[in-house]
């Protein structure tokens, strides 16, 4: 698993995408926005087991902890 793990730098496009995320934005979504402006700039979905914070930045999010088989 850990071969098959990629680290995304946080590049300039990611950071105009973070400073587009926090424009007019309470700071207690900085680290949510700065992951999600990485997953938006590569086309990402974020997995995360809490992705409230991402519900309203406009990025794809997925709890795996809430998803069942049937659904």
Known sequence: MLDSCEVLAVDAAAFREWARLMHRQADKLLQDALIAAVAIVHRLT???RSTRGFDHLN????????????T
């Open 59 to 70: 990025v794809p999010a997925l709890n795996f902890f809430a998803w069942s088989a049937a």
């Open 46 to 48: 974020v997995a995360a």
